[in-house]
T-cell receptor, first 113, second 116 residues
Framework: ETGVTQTPRHLVMGMTNKKSLKCEQH?????MYWYKQSAKKPLELMFV???????ENNSVPSRFSPECPNSSHLFLHLHTLQPEDSALYLC????????????FGPGTRLTVL | AQKVTQAQTEISVVEKEDVTLDCVYE???????LFWYKQPPSGELVFLIR??????QNEISGRYSWNFQKSTSSFNFTITASQVVDSAVYFC?????????????FGGGTRVLVKP
């Protein structure tokens, strides 16, 4: 595998379910990110991990819980979501310094019923 | 706080026409970085270009060109002789030179539709 991979690509879940999104990067980067993309707000930064430490949490509801066990993996744990959480969830990675571009995965299309 | 504005939400052109996408940014930092990304229908954002605040040289890459003007806080993107494969949403983004993490602020995106 190369680049940034995300699984699953599509997910349908009920409001009472618990699920997790997985992201893996094969680029040797030391920072990883979760973004939410919906029709109302095109690209919202949710979380930033730098050197496996969370450095940004953009007022995201607690029903979204990120986890970064090592520099190559990032998870987003989901529980008791709302229909308005339906969106494309994008993972990205980069070197932690501002000068470097972020590389994105293909995203997980989430639908909450 | 930093902000990126892409005033054009959608542009429709006929193949072989040129199309220019506008991007205006706001930042208080003297050191910052600007980016353009392309998001085709498949969904994955593809990096196109990075420019740092000290380099105002315009750049051309094939049919793509970028015009960075610090005086007007703009970083515009032109596709010359557009093709159907250029149909996508294009995002402009800004990153400030901070110590902790690389935080990108994106504009709202411009959808480009190239018709045959």
């Amino acid at each position: 595998e190369t680049g940034v991979t995300q699984t699953p690509r599509h997910l349908v879940m009920g409001m009472t379910n618990k699920k997790s999104l997985k992201c893996e990067q094969h680029l040797g980067h030391n920072a990883m990110y979760w973004y939410k993309q919906s029709a109302k707000k095109p690209l919202e930064l949710m979380f930033v991990y730098s050197l496996e430490e969370r450095v940004e949490n953009n007022s995201v509801p607690s029903r979204f819980s990120p986890e970064c066990p090592n520099s190559s993996h990032l998870f987003l744990h989901l529980h008791t979501l709302q229909p308005e959480d339906s969106a494309l969830y994008l993972c990205a990675s980069s070197q932690r310094e501002a000068a470097y571009e972020q590389f994105f995965g293909p995203g997980t299309r989430l639908t909450v019923l | 706080a930093q902000k990126v504005t892409q005033a054009q939400t959608e542009i429709s052109v006929v193949e072989k026409e040129d199309v220019t996408l506008d991007c205006v940014y706001e930042t208080r930092d003297t050191t910052y970085y600007l980016f353009w990304y392309k998001q085709p229908p498949s969904g994955e954002l593809v990096f196109l270009i990075r420019r740092n605040s000290f380099d105002e040289q315009n750049e051309i890459s094939g049919r793509y060109s970028w015009n960075f003007q610090k005086s007007t806080s703009s970083f515009n993107f032109t596709i010359t002789a557009s093709q159907v494969v250029d149909s996508a949403v294009y995002f402009c983004a800004l990153s400030e030179d901070k110590a902790a993490g690389n935080k990108l602020t994106f504009g709202g995106g411009t959808r480009v539709l190239v018709k045959p």
